[in-house]
């Protein structure tokens, strides 16, 4: 009997962080997809609220991919932030993200920015 070939994620996200000020950006790479950086986004909130960070910048610039799980993600994300006192925002749209979220008017929720120091500035 041949045991099954365990499934590999593809391209899982990856995430780094740094801090500018009071502000936590949190830079995405991969895919934001169910199963692989849904739960991600949401350790990743959840520890820069217990340091005490409430202005959050997520660059999405690294990210090649999001699905609805995903989206729906970072709209809880914005909630538990906006509900802590604090502001959850966006940067480096791909095209494709850009595109989803006109499609879901979610870009009326979330303040996107293309540049970086223009977002840091607006918190």
Do not use: W
């Amino acid at each position: 009997m041949v045991s099954p070939v365990p499934r590999q994620k593809e391209n899982p996200m990856k995430s780094s962080t740094r801090d500018v000020g009071n502000i936590r950006i949190i830079e995405l790479a991969g895919k934001i997809t169910i199963g692989s950086g849904d739960v991600k986004i949401r350790e990743l909130i959840a520890h820069a609220l217990e340091d005490g960070k409430t202005n959050i910048l997520f660059d999405l610039g690294g990210v090649t991919a999001i699905d609805s799980s995903g989206i729906g993600e970072m709209v809880a994300c914005y909630t538990t932030v906006t509900k802590r006192g604090g502001r959850l925002k966006l940067m480096h749209l791909s095209p494709k993200i850009n595109d989803i979220l006109q499609v879901t008017q979610l870009i009326t929720v979330f303040d996107v920015f293309d540049d970086e120091r223009e977002a840091v500035g607006s918190f």
